[in-house]
């Protein structure tokens, strides 16, 4: 993910952070079956969501990375798979970027975008937990934006997209200075590459994400189109909460 920006400190970025974690952990109701999203701000999630369970609070987490299934254990939430689960009653993660008031997002960048989707997609409501930071104007315009392909033939997908404009980059696991070991690449959870695509500021992410979705060799990306009901946004006045108008 990227810096803070704005003069925005990264202390003052965490405690945006930990404020609507907390603010969105309070509001999971009794009973809930909930998916848990991966990433630093989930992670606060979880952490609140466990003092709740040590309360008395019963909840079922379903895991959207083997991180946050291990998390979820170490913090004694009870948990389940995916596919023990008609219907979730919330999903509650973080996201790279997010535009009001659609409440589109991307997210993908800690690598568990496919697991990610496939929980929100099973759930009723789907809730967001930012800092400001991660509010833009459009998406696309800070960060590249992610897009989980298999390895085979992963060059030809790529330059398929680099036909939609997209110039893609295979992400590489970072290399450890003190040995002479050759980059690895990054590998999903599934067991698939992630191409972090430079796609600039997208004009039009409800067609782009169709583009994507139709090349061969895609399984799946990192635009969130329609799957957001409520977004807790963390900072400097506190949280505040957008709802989806689409």
């Known amino acids: 993910m990227g810096a803070p920006s704005g003069g925005t400190s990264e202390a003052q970025q965490m405690a945006w952070k930990r404020a609507a974690a907390m603010a969105a952990a309070a509001a999971v ?10 990433g630093s701000t989930a992670e ?16 079922t987490g379903v895991a ?12 004694g939430i009870p948990l389940m798979r995916l596919d ?10 973080g996201a790279d970027e997010v535009i009001l008031p659609t409440l589109h997002v991307v997210k993908g960048r800690g690598g568990a975008l496919l697991r990610e989707k496939l929980v929100a997609a099973a759930s009723r409501q789907r809730v967001i937990i930012v800092d400001d930071t991660k509010v833009v104007r459009a998406l696309g315009e800070h960060d590249p ?12 997908t790529a330059r398929r997209l680099a036909a939609l ?6 992400r590489m696991l970072p290399t450890d200075p003190a040995t002479n070991a050759p980059a690895r690449p990054f590998f999903s959870d599934t067991g ?4 972090d695509c430079d796609s600039g500021a997208i004009a039009d992410p409800a067609s782009l994400a169709q583009a994507i979705k139709a090349q061969l060799g895609v399984v799946e990306h ?5 799957m957001t009901e409520r977004v807790y946004i963390g900072d400097a006045s506190g949280v505040r909460t957008a709802d989806a108008v689409r």
């Open 44 to 59: 606060l999630m979880l952490e609140a969501l466990a003092a709740r369970v040590r309360q008395g609070l019963r909840v």
């Open 222 to 226: 990192g635009l969130f189109i329609g």
């Open 64 to 75: 959207t990375s083997e991180r946050t299934r291990a998390l979820a254990v170490a913090h």
């Open 192 to 195: 698939n590459y992630i191409l």
């Open 84 to 93: 023990d689960a008609a219907t979730l009653d919330m999903s509650i993660d």
């Open 165 to 170: 404009g997209l110039r893609a980059e295979r």
């Open 145 to 156: 934006l992610p897009v989980e392909v298999v390895d085979f033939g992963w060059t030809h």
């Open 29 to 38: 109701p009794e009973g809930c079956v909930l998916g848990l999203g991966s």
